[in-house]
């Protein structure tokens, strides 16, 4: 039953894709300039600053695909072949 409750949102968010991709692209944005803030006040120049966050972050489009097989049937949509 829990299992079958977890699905429901997911199946709802297929229908807000754009949304949920423009909230974890925000996300992604968020953390990256935390980050990058960081660097600057251990004495990093703001472009030292960005490219060492990135790096520390890991890949930003591989973690996104992760979070999105994490938080969506990927399946469904696949099968589906649905670009909602």
């Known amino acids: 039953m829990a299992g079958f409750r977890m699905l429901i949102p997911r ?3 297929m229908f807000r894709k754009e949304r949920r991709e423009a909230d974890l692209n925000e996300e992604v944005r968020t953390h990256l300039e935390m980050l990058a ?3 600057v006040r251990k004495g990093m120049n703001q472009s030292e600053a960005r490219y060492a966050a990135l790096r520390s972050f890991g890949g ?3 973690g ?4 999105r097989e994490q ?3 990927v399946w469904l949509e696949m099968k589906a072949g649905c670009n909602l």
Do not use: A, D, T
Request: glycine letters at 12%; charged letters at 30%.
């Open 11 to 13: 199946f709802l968010g």
């Open 64 to 67: 996104k695909e992760s979070y």
């Open 37 to 39: 803030e960081e660097n």
């Open 60 to 62: 930003v489009e591989q």
């Open 71 to 73: 938080h969506g049937l």
